[in-house]
């Protein structure tokens, strides 16, 4: 079974934000909520990077580690999802995520901003797929039609990658290979501001 994943390739990301548009508009998100978005780091000078960030869908999820309610499960493509309808909005997930996924879908008091809302990897929710009621809390089912979530597909650079982790991994690494960055390209140099041999 595919171990669905994403991938942001930084060198390529041009921060044109068509991921966040294209998850908005496919899952009518509610404004003030982003299911994507870009981060820029450095932004302005030298070495500026821009990285689009939802759910990465973790093998082992903090969300799901510290949910009271055990709303969170990870599908057989490890695609990790929540159920709506057992969230009680506690907000513990917001805080253990460090992609910041989950978000409240309202502004106000504790207990007045709702159940959580994050990326679902255009997988849907436990109901039936492609119903009503999936796609009023979920939004689109594109897994259960056999397509990429939107954001990768229109990601005019290539620059987000989803679906299998491995094959996603093949891709990345010929680009490394090719750009003659070896271990640099993930990030060594930046994240430790070293220089290592490679």
Not at 49 to 58: K, L, N, P, T
Not at 82 to 103: E, R, S, V, W
Not at 109 to 132: E, H, I, L, S
Request: aromatic letters at 10%.
């Amino acid at each position: 079974m595919a171990r669905m994943k994403f991938l942001c390739d930084s060198d390529r990301c041009i921060e044109c934000n068509a991921c966040v548009t294209a998850c908005k508009n496919e899952h009518e998100v509610p404004w003030g909520i982003n299911r994507r978005r870009v981060v820029t780091i450095n932004d302005g000078k030298p070495g500026e990077r821009s990285i689009s960030m939802a759910c990465m869908h973790c093998t082992d999820a903090p969300c799901a580690a510290v949910c009271p309610v055990s709303c969170f499960y990870t599908t057989a493509d490890a695609i990790v999802l929540h159920d709506k309808d057992l969230c009680i909005g506690c907000g513990y997930c917001f805080y253990a995520c460090p992609f910041g996924a989950p978000q409240y879908p309202r502004v106000g008091n504790f207990g007045g901003r709702g159940k959580m809302d994050k990326c679902t990897y255009c997988a849907g929710g436990p109901q039936q797929d492609n119903t009503v009621v999936e796609y009023t809390q979920y939004g689109a089912n594109r897994i259960a039609e056999g397509k990429l979530p939107l954001c990768a597909e229109m990601c005019s650079t290539k620059a987000l990658l989803a679906g299998d982790g491995e094959m996603i991994a093949t891709i990345y690494r010929e680009r490394v290979q090719m750009r003659g960055y070896g271990a640099g390209a993930w990030g060594w140099r930046t994240a430790y501001r070293e220089t290592v041999t490679v």
